[in-house]
């Protein structure tokens, strides 16, 4: 992610970050347990990403998705991350470990996922900046706030 455009000091955008993190952490202990051989540790890992994958797109998606939508420049490409959601979360509830043509499938999905994080770091986040309203940025975040109170 870009270091310049200050959007890492906005509060829900770091929180996004942070989940990208965390997320993006559980991945890559994942495919390093199937590296090792460690398929029902590397289920666990699969697991808890997708309940915090799940909990992140609802945020992102309600809030911030929803209000750079309102901006017709934007709806392709929001539209396009949200069916990359949609396609990733197809594929982790359907994922078999013990399948090695899966577990192929599943580090290409990882990478995949780095690609579609930039896509909002370097991309949608730092558009957000000079896109929203101070109204627009409070629906995002109450968006946000009412996904992870739950």
Not at 3 to 13: A, D, F, K, N, S
Not at 126 to 139: C, I, K, N
């Amino acid at each position: 992610m870009c270091h310049y455009c200050g959007c890492r000091e906005t509060p829900l955008i770091r929180e996004f970050i942070a989940e990208h993190e965390s997320v993006t952490d559980l991945a890559g202990a994942a495919v390093r347990a199937l590296d090792s051989g460690d398929r029902d540790g590397a289920r666990a890992l699969v697991g808890r990403m997708a309940v915090e994958l799940r909990a992140h797109w609802a945020g992102e998606e309600q809030g911030l998705f929803a209000v750079m939508r309102e901006n017709a420049e934007y709806t392709g490409y929001v539209d396009a991350l949200a069916a990359e959601h949609r396609e990733l979360a197809a594929f982790l509830d359907t994922l078999d470990l013990e399948s090695a043509e899966q577990r192929g499938a599943f580090v290409r999905a990882v990478e995949e996922l780095y690609t579609h994080i930039s896509k909002e770091e370097d991309g949608l986040f730092p558009a957000s900046l000079t896109e929203l309203t101070g109204e627009q940025w409070d629906r995002s975040i109450d968006a946000w706030r009412t996904v992870h109170s739950r």
